[in-house]
């Protein structure tokens, strides 16, 4: 019974640990992208890149900044004008006193992590002036701000650590759907600091990779017959190779991409007494792409997040309504 009760009393300190582990070390294991939508309301375009940028600096002060690396976390911001007055002076000058919100949040789950919020003034000849003037003093390097990113961070962190089965299980999903990018970006989103799931995700990572790379080689395989049927010369095996030549090594059907490649170069050197060494150049480029391959895991990653912006864009509405 004793040791029951004691297990009782440390399971929630056991938990507090694991969502609060490296809060000092590891806080630069965590990236996370800033995205102001463009049809946020009322925020003139250079003051919404004006305030992007601010945000972008104080997330990379803290050590999270990376655009495109999460597939679902993400800072952004809005701001409200809360009093404007004109001063009657030529020319005529506006002041306005606006309050900024920050937010850190899933656009995936639509939860909102993280909030705080700031006043600040600005004046000018017009409203665009008056946003842009009341930005510029503002420094994001703050502890407010710090409070804000920390407190996001340890949501992050916390998702990951009860919710690991469930960001697998969406990987594997997207991966049955041959949304290889996506499973990736998936799996490669978790943090170091979460390392339980982290690990496990690293497992995961390996074999959907090789389904990515092996669907790929299908794919280029059926590009490049379908170039080298249209034109069976030189020309049409120059272009058919420069498909084949994307192929990774390690897919299954490499061998096979190296056997049309060698049936082109036959038919060419017979008919047309062409050199192909560019043909053997290209595929004895293996050591280099091995030492790529494993970059490739997160690079895909950050790509598929990157590309994702209007997406990203359309799915924070949801924060301003």
Known sequence: MKK???IVFLLPILALAQ??????DDIDRIAIDVVIPEQV???????????????????TEYGMGGKGASPRFCVTAKMEILSKDVVPSTPTMQTYTFQVFLYLVDYVDKNILSTTSFTTKGAGANENRAYTNALRPVNLKNPNVERFLENGKRKIIEYYNSRCDFVIARAKAQAAQKQYRDALATLSGVPEVSKDCYMRTLKEIGPIYQEFIDHDCQMMI??????????????????????????????????DAQGIIRQMAAKVQKDEKRDWDFFVKQFENEVKLEALRIRAFRDIGVAWGENQQPIINQNLLWVFR
């Open 222 to 255: 059926s590009g490049a017959s379908y170039l080298w049927a249209a034109e069976p010369n030189s020309n049409g095996a120059l272009k058919a190779g420069a498909v084949l030549s994307q192929i990774d090594p390690h897919s299954r059907c490499y061998n």
């Open 4 to 6: 029951l009760l004691l």
């Open 19 to 24: 969502n609060t582990l490296g809060e000092a």
């Open 41 to 59: 309301s009322k925020i003139p375009e250079f003051a919404r890149s004006l305030l992007e940028s601010k945000l972008i600096e104080a997330v």
